[in-house]
């Protein structure tokens, strides 16, 4: 934990983002790495009226935040907003590293203590942190890590990467083999296996109706390291060891998954990236006060699924904060 006066030296450091519209940056310096200097970043909306409520938001792999419409919502209800490009993504990639190149997700640990304690600092008492995809498994483990913590009250977390999408010999013996050759090759480089009609039935270039960059979430994604494999891996089978989780949980899914070879809407109405049955199986094996629910059509991303699903996946998260968290 940083020292609450070294805090306050980095909290007042704001800038302008570059979403604007109320947006505000905050450069946390971390830790050098393995491969020399890392940092994240902080971005923060504020609610118009007082609050001491927040919510911290993490983005998933070959992501970063740009969902300003979600951060609005959270405002008008009455939260203060703050989500975390994590090192090597987004606003945080620097220009000798290699995008979301980690050994351990525990790595991340840094920025997230880091932000929860500022965002503390900033007199918020009641906090939920929400994670997607790749974010959801590291809050998943952050949470279980972190019994008895103060510094959140929930968890929410939107399509988890809880399992690798492949077949079962994939899953049971490939995957553990690549784990095994990532602690020793971290650096070998192999394809992410996803396909770039995600990004299509989002981006606004192609089939979607979102506007974001296409160098920090591109439609054909790098290789990535074993080492992140492993990482990955590792996070997984920790969570499915240690199933406890001391605050309240919501995880949200779609109701199906696509892997069509070519082009089509329903592109446009599953989850393209992970199999929404390994996700609920898995979420259903936490142990503690924990909700899983369903959405009819939603992206990987809820939500930037069309905007009935999106409204839907507000109504569902919003009734659930107010019932489980809200005091």
């Known amino acids: 934990m940083v020292e609450e006066s070294a805090l306050e030296k980095i909290y ?3 800038d302008p983002d570059v979403l604007g519209d109320g947006f505000q940056k905050l450069t946390l310096i971390l830790s050098d790495d393995y491969e020399g200097k890392v940092t994240a970043n902080l971005i923060r909306r504020k609610s118009e009226n007082e609050s001491e409520k927040a919510i911290l938001y993490i ?7 740009f969902q300003e419409e979600m951060a609005k919502k959270f405002n008008e209800e009455g939260f203060n907003f703050y989500a975390l490009d994590l090192r090597k993504y987004g606003r945080s ?7 979301n190149n980690v050994r351990s997700l525990l790595e991340y640990d840094e920025e ?13 008492h009641q906090v939920i942190i929400k994670g997607h995809s790749t974010g959801g498994l590291i809050l998943t483990n952050y949470a279980v890590n972190h019994l008895n913590s103060n510094l959140f009250h929930g968890l929410i977390c939107n399509s988890p990467f809880y399992e690798f ?10 995957i553990p083999l690549l784990s095994f050759l990532g602690n020793y090759f971290p650096n070998i480089k192999i394809s992410a296996g996803f396909s770039e009609y995600y990004g299509h039935s989002l981006h606004i270039g192609k089939q979607g109706e979102w506007n974001y960059s296409l160098v920090w979430k591109p439609h ?8 992140f494999i492993r990482s990955i891996h590792i996070a997984q089978k920790n969570i499915r060891q240690h199933t406890i989780i001391d605050v309240p949980v919501l995880v949200m899914h779609s109701d199906k998954s696509i892997d069509e070879k070519e082009w089509s809407e329903n592109y446009k109405k599953a989850d393209a990236v992970l199999d929404v049955h390994q996700i609920k199986k898995y979420a259903n094996k936490l142990t503690g006060n924990v909700m899983v629910i369903e959405i009819e059509k939603g992206l990987h991303d809820l939500v930037l699924s069309k905007k009935p699903v999106r409204e839907k996946v507000y109504k569902e998260m919003f009734d659930w904060i107010k019932k489980k968290i809200i005091k």
């Open 165 to 174: 999408n492949l077949n079962f010999l994939e899953r049971q013996i490939g």
């Open 12 to 14: 007042n450091n704001y």
């Open 59 to 65: 983005h998933g792999f070959n992501d970063y935040f």
């Open 220 to 227: 054909n994604i790098p290789k990535v390291n074993l080492g």
């Open 112 to 124: 997230i203590d880091l932000a929860l304690q500022i965002i503390k600092l900033e007199k918020n």
């Open 93 to 99: 990639y620097l220009s000798h590293q290699k995008l």
